[in-house]
Every structure is written in structure tokens, then in C-alpha cells.
């Protein structure tokens, strides 16, 4: 891979993290009104562990580039899954904007599981160490 796409994927993760990471911290603070959301749209609030567990986790391991495939995967799912739960049938204007960056976000993450993290990630350093010949080229 190229220096301009391996920064250009970096960058990519990097905004991937800066939009979920303070997404499941801020369901820690709004636990209660987020898990309230959740009853209304007819989703257990029980389930809001996982669901902060998920954006956090996810979006680090999204930025430090290790397991990037499986991970993008996984919230690739997580996004459209929401979408189905709370945005499907937007009501207005915003929700309808919501919807929609939803689909782009589950987007973005499709096209990361499908062309993996590049080569300035944990996943690229592992396999580098694992089998020098065939690895990508050095950072």
C-alpha cells in the first residue's frame, strides 16, 4: 500500500474513533436518559452495557488498527442494526440526517473491513513480525 493510502486509512480510523469513542462515553454520563431512549424504541435497557462496551471498544481498536477487519465488521453491524431499531422511519429533518449518517458511518466501516487497516496499524506490525517475507513493506 502507498504512502497516501495508508494515510488516508489512518485518517479514516482516526475519524472512525473521534465519532464513536465520544458516542459510549457519553451514554455513561446520559446512562439513564439513553437506556430510557432505548425502552421507548423498544429495546431492553439492559442491553446498554454492550452497547457502550461496543462503541468504545470497537473505536479503539479501530484506531490502534488491531483485528481492524473483525472489528469494522462488528460495528459495521452495530450501525445498520441501530439504524433499523431508531432511525428507519425518521420523522423530520434531523432524524432523517441522523438516518443518513448512520448509513454513511456503516459505509466507511465496510470499506475498512473490506480493505483491512494498512500498513501503519498494530495489524500490519504483527504480521510483519510473524512472517517478515511476505508482510507489507516497513512503515
Given amino acids: 500500500m502507498k504512502s497516501i493510502q495508508n494515510a488516508a486509512v489512518l485518517l479514516a480510523r482516526i475519524f472512525i474513533f473521534a465519532w464513536f469513542l465520544p458516542a459510549g462515553i457519553e451514554k455513561i454520563g446520559q446512562y439513564a436518559g439513553t437506556a430510557g431512549y432505548m425502552a421507548s424504541n423498544g429495546v431492553p435497557g439492559w442491553l446498554l452495557p454492550l452497547v457502550i462496551a461496543t462503541e468504545i471498544g470497537c473505536a479503539v481498536f479501530l484506531l490502534i488498527g488491531w483485528k481492524t477487519r473483525l472489528f469494522a465488521f462488528l460495528l459495521a453491524g452495530y450501525t445498520l442494526l441501530a439504524v433499523l431499531l431508531f432511525h428507519l422511519h425518521p420523522a423530520n429533518a434531523t432524524e ?32 510483519r513480525r510473524r512472517s517478515p517475507e511476505t508482510a507489507p513493506a516497513a512503515i
Avoid: C, P, T
Avoid at 438516518?99 to 473490506?114: R, T, Y
Avoid at 487497516?117 to 504483527?126: K, R
Fill in 96 to 127: 432523517k440526517i441522523i438516518q443518513m449518517a448512520e448509513l454513511v458511518d456503516a459505509g466507511g466501516l465496510l470499506v475498512l473491513f473490506a480493505h483491512g487497516a494498512g500498513d501503519w496499524s498494530l495489524d500490519s506490525l504483527l504480521a
